[in-house]
């Protein structure tokens, strides 16, 4: 969700709004290709009780090959299109990426939870919703450079 991150990846990228993805629950089951470490998802549930809550943004056509890539789109990471809702109710087709290599025993480096605590304050994400990604239990990256590098974009 955070804003300043997508931008180093897909510069063109716009926050439509705040949205709703019904019947999923943010994890942070991923295995990350690069570090091992967990990384989000948006599990389908099927349950009518589960709710991510996020941003929607909108990219240039031209970045969206580039941003798969640094994503990791096949490898661990597949995209399918959902049905996401505003807070009016009305519904909108949008594009996600889904974990196809998880691991429950996972937790995110702190600099991650870091980006997404950012980005979900930055989207106003209620303060319920904020409190549950907070208390996210993750660890400290054992590569003190990669963490500094990526807290770094805040500065």
């Given amino acids: 969700m955070s804003l300043p991150r997508l931008r180093e ?5 716009e926050r439509i709004g ?8 943010l994890r942070f089951h991923k295995v990350g290709s690069r570090d091992g ?4 998802d948006a599990l389908f549930t099927g ?10 943004f909108e990219i240039s056509d031209g970045e969206k090959k580039a941003l798969d890539r640094v994503e990791g789109l096949g490898f661990g990471y597949q995209e399918k299109t959902v049905s996401v809702s ?4 009305n519904i909108f087709e949008a594009v996600t990426y889904y974990a196809t290599n998880t691991d ?12 997404v605590l950012y980005g979900a304050k930055e989207t106003k994400v209620p ?3 904020l409190d549950a990604i907070a208390g996210t239990k993750s660890i ?6 990669r963490d500094s590098r990526e807290r770094a974009i805040y500065i």
């Fill in 9 to 13: 990846r897909a510069p063109s990228a």
């Fill in 18 to 25: 705040i949205f709703t993805l019904a019947e999923h629950s």
């Fill in 37 to 40: 470490s967990g990384k989000c």
């Fill in 47 to 56: 349950n009518p009780d589960d709710h991510v809550i996020g941003a929607l």
């Fill in 86 to 89: 505003d807070s009016q109710g």
């Fill in 104 to 115: 429950p025993s996972l937790l995110p480096y702190s600099w991650y939870l870091h980006h």
């Fill in 127 to 129: 303060a319920g919703y």
């Fill in 140 to 145: 400290e990256d054992p590569d003190k450079e």
